[in-house]
């Protein structure tokens, strides 16, 4: 019987579940995929949201301001890539400014700090490759941009050095409500527990509606990203969104903390819960209207384009808290952005929450430090070749383009949650996530893979389930 | 810290034989350093034959056509060394490189010779839509899974893009029991060989449909297909012509990318049309002493001219070694102008006081001709009009200019080559 089940492990279930192991508990974290960070958190814009765009007293307001305060000092504790660069939402019409002075004010109230609206030339003279017709920009220097994989390997990480289980692979077919709390059935067995987190990002609202008669829908509503080579990272140093219309913030360009370009997202609702294809139409609509706020984008340094999908609940809000007629399940649901600059405060709120329901103990083994995969680059010298003599893995290169050694492959592997496939390695370490796209590299981390796990390379994976990465071996049909 | 006369970054066919080039001409000092375990490069997982037929006048698959020049490194006693990569030249040839045996370490260079060769396109580059799921390789690392691992990456592939590479894997995967369903090509012509399109697709039946392309990828987690369509005069499908394939593999053999991050970074002046340092007729770039040759300068697609250009820059290399502040200040140099159908020339300019008897000027055209001629000015006269049947985009091509030609217009500012249709 566990205390706690935390279905999802994006950031969301992550962060949960990390803030909930500074008290004693019985927990564990279920995930249909084969790693965290497989859904929403792993394909969006990156961005830590200084809190403006959400209407005054909404959660998504609420929350936006704590995490947007608490991110920096997360970062720091977990050891995550976390860049305040400030962000600008650039306005090209007259007859627009009142909007901007509109998202200014709404800021103010939401308790964001240090926004100015900017004129023409200030503005340019900050990003000069911002589009000519630029006239004005609010400019908000809390915003920043963060690795969304790296944040919740690091809440996951810490989670289980804390002593939080995750299992993988395993799906919620069905909730039962038992008398002393729920029966969860899965595809990997059945699980007791008094108290359930709903943190199922696209799925949420099937997972609510089963104890829950309050029905949520949740709408998934893709969009589509293109990522530029380390060459066009500096087009611009700040995150430049146009002004925000009905489906969102709108298309942004900004720097990646890696020292990518991000372009992105479009805005489609869709029925399939799995659609996360790129389309054509949309990467053409992408393209054209990056342009209206940042001029020259070199969009032949394009090295990959993806597609998220937010988890949208009519409500238009998230749905924060214990169900009204569910004890001891709590919702987080319908977290579409912010919620990836909102996971640090969702995490630290739903913690107390069951904490007070389910009167936990306090942790006192709690470490709330952790480190991340030591980089080898950002040593001097002599220390990176002390390093090399103790470990001489990490004098070999395997991913030429990221600069990435078998010594921090074989770290991914074997840390907390470790690394299971390419995509997991790839999350973990940007081992195969530069211009070649892991076509040099690929064959090479499959070996480290077989080795370090002992799996048979035909059982190798790019991410679970069935993308199995070869079929046999040469000629085995004959 | 390390010292040599020449360092050649890659010990590919270029590096190897600019080294053996270099070693002949005298200079003893030189060192090749290869991030891979073994010397010979890329060559290593071409098994298929062909090469050598140039240089040799036999056929030769590529290991062997690597064996001959990895020998012959070794015969002349030139150092190098293996699992190493460089991670930095510095403007003024200051290399750093690390291995696991010596770490971080740096060495000081006379001369330098980019010899890094080149890296495929992956998929991401060329926005196909689509999901992302396993099963989409491109065609040189399904090569070198099927030919140096042992492993099937797929039973039914379907190919986009009719380069070298992807020709080759065709041939290669049907061997090995896979059933190349359809090679799709964007453009109306091959990028290939034509020797590669019979070889490799005619005599097995497989199918070769040109301006067609791949515009969605079906199939979360592994590839389950494919949709196809044709294309109109400009790239853009056809609405009604798609075709749903279905095939658990997407090899891809879209191009090949110089891999100049090095270059770049010490400050070589790239040409935007090959992606590869500009060079003079010593294959130097603009920062002194250092030469590139083979698929780090341009895209090659025979391995005999990689060695042929390679030879050539071990042969400069060592010249500036020898002259060195002796060296004849540059005299008028001389522009080479590619027009009419040409795309780029290497080199792109002459000083004519430093140029061997015969000049080797190699290009590529940007569409198909048919009987036209191969024209050069000397600024605005024209000094030959050779006739060639065929020219393609995937097959390189080549002229001759002589010095002693050169030296009888003293006032040649510009040499332009373009491409002229019929009439004598």
Redesign the interface.
């Known amino acids: 019987m566990y205390d706690v089940v935390i279905i999802g492990a994006g950031v969301t279930g992550c962060a949960i579940a990390r803030e909930l192991s500074r008290y004693q508990v019985k927990a564990c974290v279920l995930e249909k995929c084969e790693d965290v960070c497989c859904g929403t958190s792993k394909a969006n814009s990156a961005i830590a949201h200084a809190g403006f765009d959400a209407l005054p007293g909404t959660k998504k307001a609420l929350f936006n301001i704590r995490g947007s305060e608490m991110m920096e000092a997360v970062s720091k504790e977990l050891d995550f890539p976390f860049v305040k660069n400030g962000s600008l939402v650039v306005c090209r019409k007259e007859k627009d400014l009142p909007k901007l002075q509109e998202l200014y004010d709404r800021g103010i109230q939401n308790g964001v700090k240090d926004m100015r609206i900017i004129g023409r030339e200030e503005v340019h003279e900050m990003e000069p490759n911002l589009a000519d017709g630029v006239l004005a920009a609010l400019y908000a220097p809390t915003a920043g941009i963060v690795c969304p994989f790296g944040m919740t390997i690091a809440y996951a990480e810490n989670a289980a050095v804390n002593g939080i289980e995750f299992r993988f692979d395993t799906e919620v077919n069905a909730v039962r409500k038992e008398e002393e709390g729920y029966v969860i059935h899965t595809t990997r067995g059945e699980f007791r527990t008094r108290a359930i987190v709903n943190a199922a990002g696209v799925y949420a609202d099937a997972i609510h509606n089963m104890v829950s008669g309050e029905k949520l829908h949740i709408t998934p509503r893709r969009g589509d990203y293109c990522l530029l080579d380390h060459t066009a990272g500096e087009h611009v140093a700040r995150t430049v969104f146009p002004l925000p219309g009905e489906y969102g913030k709108g298309v942004l360009v900004a720097p990646t903390v890696h020292g990518n370009l991000i372009l992105g997202p479009t805005a489609v609702d869709v029925e399939n819960k799995e659609e996360t294809c790129v389309r054509q139409e949309e990467l053409d609509y992408l393209l054209d209207k990056v342009g209206h706020s940042v001029k020259n984008i070199p969009i032949r340094q394009v090295i990959t384009s993806f597609a998220g999908l937010r988890a949208h609940e009519d409500s238009d809000d998230f749905v924060l808290g214990e169900a009204k007629d569910a004890r001891n399940f709590f919702d987080a649901a319908g977290i579409e952005s912010p919620g990836l600059t909102s996971a640090p405060a969702i995490g630290v709120w739903m913690a107390e929450q069951i904490q007070e329901s389910l009167q936990l103990p306090v942790n006192p083994e709690f470490i709330p430090n952790r480190k991340g995969i030591l980089n080898p680059a950002e040593l001097p010298m002599e220390k990176r070749n002390e390093l090399i003599r103790q470990k001489p893995e990490y004098g070999t290169i395997i991913c030429r383009c990221e600069m990435i050694s078998e010594g921090e492959i074989m770290d991914a592997i074997h840390r907390p949650v470790g690394a299971r496939s390419l995509d997991g390695v790839k999350r973990r370490t940007r081992a195969g996530m530069g211009r070649c796209q892991s076509g040099f590299c690929s064959p090479r981390t499959m070996e480290i893979l077989e080795r370090e796990l002992g799996l048979p390379m035909e059982e190798l994976t790019k991410s679970g389930g069935e993308s199995k990465i070869i079929v046999g071996i040469n000629k085995d049909r004959w | 810290m390390l010292s040599y006369d020449i360092v050649i970054v890659g010990g590919g066919p270029a590096g190897l034989a600019a080294a053996a080039s270099a070693r002949e001409q005298g200079i003893e000092s030189v060192l090749i350093l290869e991030?891979d375990h073994t010397l010979g490069g890329i060559l290593n997982q071409c098994i298929h034959n062909g090469f050598g037929l140039h240089t040799f006048k036999e056929e030769l698959t590529g290991p062997e056509y690597a064996a001959r020049f990895i020998d012959r490194v070794n015969e002349l006693g030139i150092e190098y060394k293996l699992?190493t990569?460089v991670?930095d030249i510095s403007s003024e040839k200051c290399i750093t490189a690390?291995?696991?045996?010596?770490?971080?370490f740096q060495i000081r260079a006379k001369a330098v010779i980019l010899a890094m060769g080149c890296?495929?396109r992956?998929?991401?580059?060329l926005?196909i839509?689509?999901?992302?799921?396993?099963?989409i390789f491109?065609a040189?690392?399904a090569q070198?899974?099927?030919n140096?691992?042992?492993?099937?990456?797929?039973?039914e592939v379907v190919i986009l893009g009719s380069g070298d590479i992807g020709l080759i894997m065709a041939r290669r995967m049907t061997l090995?029991?896979a059933k190349v369903k359809l090679v799709a090509e964007l453009m109306p012509y091959s990028g290939g060989l034509k020797r590669n399109i019979v070889q490799c697709l005619d005599d097995f039946g497989i199918p070769l449909k040109l301006s067609h392309t791949v515009?969605?990828?079906d199939g979360?987690?592994?590839v389950k297909g494919v949709t196809v369509a044709q294309v109109d005069e400009h790239r853009k499908p056809i609405p009604g012509t798609e075709e749903y394939i279905s095939c658990?593999?997407l090899l891809l053999s879209v191009g090949l990318i110089p891999e100049n991050e090095l270059s770049r970074g010490m400050g070589v002046d790239m040409e935007p049309v090959t992606s590869g340092p500009v060079v003079n007729e010593s294959l130097e770039t603009n920062v002194e002493g250092v030469f590139a040759c083979g698929n780090v300068l341009h895209v090659h697609d025979l391995v005999d001219y990689v060695s042929e250009e390679a030879a050539a820059a071990g042969k400069n290399a060592a010249r500036y070694i020898r002259e060195g502040a002796k060296r004849a200040e540059q005299a008028g140099c001389v522009e080479l102008a590619a027009e009419g159908g040409v795309r780029y020339t290497v080199p792109k300019y002459i000083h004519t006081d430093r140029m061997e008897e015969k000049l080797t000027v190699r290009f590529r055209v940007g569409d198909v001709y048919k009987g036209c001629y191969i024209c050069t000015y000397f600024d605005d006269t024209c000094v030959k009009r050779q006739k060639r049947p065929v020219m393609a985009p995937g097959e390189m091509e080549e002229i001759k200019l002589q010095k002693q030609k050169l030296e009888e217009y003293p006032d040649l500012k510009k040499i332009t080559i373009r491409i002229e249709k019929g009439g004598e």
């Open positions: 991030r699992n990569m991670m690390m291995n696991r045996e010596e770490g971080l890296r495929e992956p998929r991401g580059a926005n839509p689509g999901y992302r799921p396993a099963g491109s040189g690392t070198r899974l099927v140096m691992e042992g492993y099937l990456p797929g039973r090995e029991g515009i969605d990828i979360k987690e592994r658990d593999t």
